[in-house]
Every structure is written in structure tokens, then in C-alpha cells.
């Protein structure tokens, strides 16, 4: 059931402090929190409550928690500890008075996250709408736009045959003494010392015992597998609850480390991809292919994202264009006049190719497109900035849901905070204006 309209009494109470009474007001937060159009977002995402039930928790809240985790980079559990010690987290959540104990629970968050699902991109369109209203951003900063690709990395350790198959044991023996199946045999104390010992011959370059070391983990991950296969046998409940995690586990124990073809990279997160960027550092990464687009100049506040999506399956960057451009033209409500991308997108299936440019090409590139064309690699500071202060450095979230969550939330948080340095340094400027205006000036000394 929808949650009931938040309303604020503005009168005082002798037992609680009023949050206006003890911030003040002209905080870059409290702005912020005024321009948001808080009645759109909840009047967007209404056809995602049942008719009946209980009143859900209200939109300013959550949507509001949501904003300040990805603007300053914290956690789930980090974010509601924060509000309960500072005010303007309270006030930017639609709170009266000052509460001293978190209203809700914390996996509130994970089940709105789910819940929201492909509404994620309201948040973005509403991100750039404040960043417009505030003079942060310009129309016409819309027309020209910069698109790239990064990898956002998935947590999860790297990916070795020796770690795998322990992962696979471990995971297979927990969900059977869960399922109360009975096992012959659990192999974990076996298992954790072959996987030790596997690593620690592959570090010292005794690759015969290293195999060998995987020769028992395979062996006994096989072993494992046919026997709950044996014990579950006729039991059709069972029998649904094992077939994934059996699969995945006779994948992994069947893959080889340099097979062609797709490979499990984790048992517990099998959407993982490995993704090679051709870097020194690290050649590999292992997540999903993200598509940012941002704007090519720099607007008044800033480079900001206009648009953020997952690419699962990692596909080839020129045979995504088309579908990006055409999602971010109706995002912002304005046609992209040229597009500015690196030399991953030759051969692209853009709707219109002469207005896309590559970077190195030469012809049709003179005056003020050969200018715009130099700002293309300014998209790679915005993307640092993406994973070093938001959430695009590492995801935390559960399946493709949670990537995709991930990618447009990290892009949220990042306009957001280019915001409210945009608003901090109006503030600035009208409170040196005030100065200037109402200083007092001593009187001139008359000459002697």
C-alpha cells in the first residue's frame, strides 16, 4: 500500500528538538533536499504498490537514504548509522524533529532496490533536472556528448581453479546441512588444506605438486556431487533446490584454466565476466561492461552523467552506440547533435554515423569539432571519480539487478555532488556579495 503523504506540522514540542531550529538552513544539503521534486518521485514509482496492506515506509525517506549513500560513498549500514547523529541527513530524509534511533530496518534498503528495479533511471533524469534548475547544467550542454565504456569490477576474490573448487565444496556441503541431507562425506577439512597448498605451490613454481593439488580438489568435488545427486534422487523439492547450484558446480569442476568458450568465474555470483582492458596493471577484470555517456563540455558546475547502464554479456562497444545514444536523447528530452567516443566503437550501428567522431580520425574533423574531439578523453577523469568517491569501484549488490542498480545509482551520487559544490559556491559568492554590500566603511581622516 502506498505510504501516506508526509506532512510537516510546524509547530514546536516541549520533548523534541525542531531539525530547522538546530541546522542551519542555508546548508548545500537543505538546499538540495528543497529543489528534489520528492511528489514526482513518489507519484513515478506508485503503480509499484499493492492496493492492500499496510502503509509502506514513506518515498522521501528511502529515496532520500539512497541519494546520501551514493553522494558520500558509504555503505548500507554506514548511511543509517550516519542519520542517526546528523541532522541534515535527518532533515534531508523529510524528518520534523531530531530522532535518536534509526525508524526502520536496514534490508528496508535491499528490498526497495529491488523493488525500484528499472525506475532507477527516474533518479538520474530528476539528478540532471536539479542540476538544470540550479544553473549547474545548460541545454545546450546536452547536445554534445562524450560515451565510453568501463568495467565495474564485482566483489569477489580472483578467480583461481584451486579457489573454485573450494568454493564449490564449501557451498554445496552448506546448502545440503541446511537441507538436512545427509552426507557421506564433507571434504571441507580436506578441501581448505588442498586449496592452501595449491596456492602456495603455484607461488613457489612446483607446478607438479600444484596439480596435484587440484587433482584432489576435482576429485573430491565429484565425489560430493554424485553423492547428493544419490540422496536426492525421487525428491522432486530437493531436486529443484540443487539443480542450479549442482550445475554450477559441475561447471566449475569440468573448466580448465585456459579453455576457450564461457567459464564460471564464481560460485556464489554467476554473472561475473571476465573483461579484458588491455591494461599493465591489470589485464583482466572481473564484473560487467558499464556504458557512461557525459556531456563533452564542461557546463557551468561541472561534467555531468547523462546517462549509465550495465552491458551484460560483453558485447562489442560499436554494436552498443545505437541503443545508448537513443536512451540518453530520451532521458534528457534533447537530440544529441555529435557524439565523441574512442576507437573500441569503429565500426559502430549508430542511426546516423557522420554525427558520431572517433578519436584519431581526421576526416570531416576541422575548428571546432577537432576542440571538441581533444575534451573526449576528459570522460576517463569522470569515471575515476565514479569508482574512487562512489560506489563504481567495486559492487556489492546481489545478480544483474544489483549491477545495474549499482551503475545508475554511482552516476546519481556523482551529479549530485557536483551539485552541491555548485550550490556551495553560489552560496559563497552571494554571501561576499552581501558583505560587500553592507560593510561599513571608516570615514576618510580629513587632511591636517
Known amino acids: 500500500m502506498r505510504p501516506k503523504k508526509h506532512e510537516t506540522t510546524g509547530s514546536a514540542d516541549l520533548f523534541r528538538a525542531r531539525l530547522d531550529q538546530i541546522i542551519n538552513m542555508r546548508h548545500e544539503l537543505v538546499q538540495l533536499a528543497g529543489k528534489i521534486d520528492w511528489e514526482f ?41 550516519r542519520w542517526v547523529h546528523d541532522p541534515y541527513f535527518q532533515h534531508f530524509t523529510g524528518e520534523e524533529f531530531f530522532r535518536h534511533e534509526f525508524p526502520h530496518e536496514r534490508s528496508d534498503l535491499s528490498h526497495w532496490r529491488k523493488r525500484l528495479g528499472g525506475k532507477l533511471e527516474i533518479l538520474l533524469a530528476e539528478s540532471l533536472r536539479v542540476a538544470h534548475e540550479s ?7 546536452l547536445a554534445r556528448v562524450t560515451v565510453d565504456t568501463t568495467v565495474q569490477p564485482k566483489d569477489i576474490t580472483f578467480p ?80 529443484a533446490v540443487f539443480a542450479w547450484p549442482l550445475s554450477r558446480a559441475d561447471q566449475i569442476r ?6 576457450r568458450g564461457w567459464k564460471l568465474y564464481s560460485f556464489h555470483a554467476p554473472e561475473v565476466e571476465c573483461i579484458g582492458r588491455g591494461k599493465a596493471s591489470a589485464p583482466y577484470e572481473f564484473g560487467v561492461k558499464a ?20 552491458l551484460p554479456g560483453n558485447p562489442y562497444d560499436g554494436h552498443t552506440l545505437g541503443a545508448v545514444i537513443e536512451a540518453t536523447e530520451r532521458l534528457t528530452g534533447r537530440e544529441i547533435e555529435r557524439a565523441y567516443v574512442d576507437k573500441g566503437y569503429r565500426g559502430h550501428h549508430a542511426p546516423n554515423p557522420r554525427r558520431v567522431f572517433i578519436s584519431g580520425q581526421k576526416r570531416g574533423v576541422f575548428g571546432r569539432i577537432k576542440r571538441e574531439l581533444t575534451r573526449r ?38 551529479n ?12 559563497r559568492v552571494i554571501l561576499l556579495a552581501l558583505l560587500q554590500i553592507f560593510t561599513i566603511r571608516p570615514a576618510l581622516k580629513p587632511a591636517s
Not at 544553473?135 to 550542454?141: F, V
Not at 569440468?254 to 579453455?259: D, E, F, T, W
Open 377 to 414: 578523453s576528459a570522460i576517463e577523469a569522470v569515471i575515476g571519480h565514479m569508482k574512487a568517491e562512489g560506489h563504481l569501484g567495486r559492487c556489492y549488490l546481489k545478480g544483474r539487478a544489483g549491477d545495474a542498480a549499482n551503475v545508475i545509482l554511482s552516476a546519481v551520487g556523482y
Open 254 to 259: 569440468s573448466q580448465q584454466q585456459r579453455q
Open 160 to 239: 583461481t581453479d584451486a579457489k573454485l573448487l573450494h568454493a564449490a565444496i564449501k557451498g554445496l556441503t552448506r546448502l545440503a546441512r541446511k537441507r538436512g541431507v545427509r552426507l557421506r562425506q564433507s571434504y571441507v577439512r580436506i578441501a581448505k588444506r588442498a586449496a592452501m597448498m595449491a596456492g602456495r605451490y603455484a607461488h613457489a613454481k612446483q607446478f607438479n605438486r600444484h596439480r596435484r593439488q587440484l587433482r584432489i580438489l576435482r576429485t573430491r568435488l565429484g565425489r560430493l556431487i554424485r553423492d547428493i545427486r544419490r540422496k536426492i534422487a525421487g525428491n522432486a523439492e530437493l531436486e
Open 41 to 81: 518521485i513518489d507519484g513515478e514509482i506508485a503503480p509499484l504498490y499493492s492496493d492492500s496492506g499496510r502503509p509502506g515506509i514513506a518515498t522521501q525517506f528511502v529515496i532520500g537514504l539512497f541519494l546520501l549513500k551514493h553522494i558520500y560513498g558509504l555503505s548500507d549500514e554506514g548511511v543509517c548509522e
Open 135 to 141: 544553473g549547474a547544467l545548460r541545454t545546450k550542454d
Open 416 to 427: 549530485l555532488r557536483l551539485v552541491l559544490a555548485w550550490l556551495r559556491i553560489i552560496l
Open 291 to 310: 556504458s557512461v555517456v557525459t556531456t563533452n563540455a564542461r557546463a557551468p558546475g561541472g561534467q555531468f552523467v547523462l546517462h549509465a547502464r550495465t
